[in-house]
């Protein structure tokens, strides 16, 4: 029955990846694909801090599954964020699809080790 926390995790994700992305995007003139910025980035805090709360202790394999897998799996989305960002580059905007890459990338790393680091300060 695992497999039911998964699907109540991404029931949940999907449409809260979907709404955030639309009020984040909505709020900015940009050609900057902010909103999955956002979603991504707040899929890779809370990933962390799940995986800092594994680490320091907590037994949370049902949360992992519910929150890691179902909910952060439908919330962060690398193919909106391979998309966008080759439509970006189509559209003369290179320089902004490099920014989203490498902004991404950082900004996910430093989210999961933020996410870590304060799950470990709060379980540790």
Known sequence: MNWVLVVVGAVVGAPLRYLTDR??????GSVFPFGTFAVNTAACLLLGALTGAVLAGADASRLQLLLGTGLCG???TYSTFSYETLRLAERGWRFLAAVNVVASALVGLGAVRLGSWLAGELFG
């Open 23 to 28: 009020a984040v995007q909505t709020r900015h």
């Open 74 to 76: 439908a919330l962060s």
